[in-house]
C-alpha cells in the first residue's frame, strides 16, 4: 500500500522554481514523494524536511542533499538556525492528514470502519480525541465545532456529547454516530462526521496554530525571490494563506506604509489558487479538496 500520494506534484515542484545550489524546506515530509521530485533537481543544495510523525521517518530517503527531522514544522526556524540555516530558497506545505494516517485504522483519522478514535498527528502528543469527548465543557465543545467545523448547530452538537457521555463513553464512530448522528443530514453522513473529525484534528493537533507560525516564518527566512507553495484541503487553512500573501496578516486587512503605499510580504505567483485536474482526483480521489497558491517573497 502506498504511504501516500503526493497532491499536485508536478505544478508544486514547478511552483517553487528550484535553484540547483538552494536551500529548499519540505514542511511536511510525508511519504516523501515532493522530497524525492525536489532532490532530483539539486546539485549541492540542500533539503530539510519536517514531519511529526514518527511512522513517516521510515520513508527516509538515501541522498546526502537531505536532512529529515522528526518535528512539527511550527518549530521551522530553531531547528535551521542549529543547522546553521539564516535564509531559505523556497518551501514547499502539503497540509492535512496523509493517506497513511487514514488506511491505518489504529491512527483513528477515519470516519470507516469502528476503531478508537485518536486523531493525533503526533503520537506521543498527550491531548487526543478522548480527552475532549471526556473533559471538554459545553463551551469548549461548541466553539470548536463553530470555529472548526463551521457547523451551524455547533452547541446542539455539544450538548448531545455532554448529555451522552453521563452514561457512555465516545471512543469509535459508531459511538459517536449514536451520540449526534441524528444532526446529520440524510444522505451526508459522511461529510457531517468528516466535518466532525476535522474540527477535532484541528483543535488536538494546533493545526491553525501551527500554520499561522509557519507562514510567518517562512516569511522570515526566504530570500527575496524565495518561493513558497502551500496545498490546503479546507477553507479554514486557504483562508489563512490568501490573506496571509495579499496582505501579510491573517484578517486580510490591507496595511500601508507612512507614504500609502501597500505593506506587502509577497507577490502572488497564482492570483487564484490550482485545484488538481480531473484526471488526478480520478486516480487520488483525496486530491478532490486541495487548493494549491504560489507566492514569491519581494
Do not use: W
Not at 238 to 262: A, H, M, P, S
Request: hydrophobic share 40%; proline share 2%.
Amino acid at each position: 500500500m502506498t504511504y501516500h500520494d503526493p497532491v499536485l506534484l508536478h505544478e508544486s515542484i514547478e511552483g517553487l522554481a528550484i535553484k540547483p545550489g538552494g536551500v529548499y524546506v519540505d514542511a511536511t515530509f510525508g511519504g516523501g514523494g515532493h522530497s524525492k521530485e525536489i532532490i532530483k533537481k539539486l546539485k549541492k543544495g540542500r533539503l530539510f524536511a519536517f514531519d511529526q510523525d514518527e511512522d513517516a521517518m521510515k520513508n527516509s530517503l538515501d541522498s546526502p542533499c537531505i536532512t529529515l527531522i522528526h518535528a512539527n514544522f511550527r518549530f521551522l526556524k530553531n531547528f535551521l538556525k542549529y543547522y546553521n540555516i539564516d535564509s531559505i530558497d523556497g518551501i514547499l506545505a502539503d497540509l492535512g492528514i496523509s493517506s497513511h494516517q487514514i488506511d491505518e485504522q489504529e491512527r483513528g483519522f477515519s470516519i470507516r470502519g469502528d476503531a478508537e478514535i485518536d486523531l493525533r498527528m503526533n503520537k506521543e502528543a498527550r491531548l487526543n480525541a478522548q480527552m475532549i469527548f471526556e473533559t471538554y465543557s459545553l463551551d469548549e465543545l461548541s466553539r470548536i465545532f463553530f470555529e472548526y467545523a463551521e457547523l451551524k448547530q455547533a452547541r446542539k452538537i455539544a450538548n448531545a456529547i455532554v448529555l451522552f457521555r453521563e452514561g457512555k463513553k465516545i471512543k469509535s464512530m459508531s459511538d459517536l454516530n449514536e451520540a449526534v448522528g441524528m444532526f446529520a443530514e440524510r444522505g451526508k453522513e459522511n461529510k457531517f462526521f468528516a466535518k466532525i473529525l476535522q474540527a477535532l484534528r484541528i483543535e488536538i493537533n494546533q493545526e491553525l496554530e501551527a500554520l499561522k507560525e509557519l507562514l510567518f516564518q517562512a516569511a522570515e527566512m526566504l530570500n527575496t525571490n524565495g518561493r513558497m507553495v502551500i496545498i490546503s484541503y479546507h477553507s479554514l487553512e486557504d483562508r489563512l494563506v490568501k490573506n496571509f500573501i495579499k496582505t501579510g496578516n491573517f484578517e486580510g486587512e490591507v496595511r500601508k506604509d507612512f507614504y500609502g503605499n501597500k505593506k506587502n510580504l509577497f507577490r502572488e505567483v497564482t492570483r487564484k489558487p490550482m485545484v488538481p485536474e480531473d484526471a488526478e482526483i480520478e486516480k487520488n480521489n483525496r486530491a478532490r479538496s486541495a487548493k494549491m497558491r504560489i507566492a514569491e517573497k519581494i
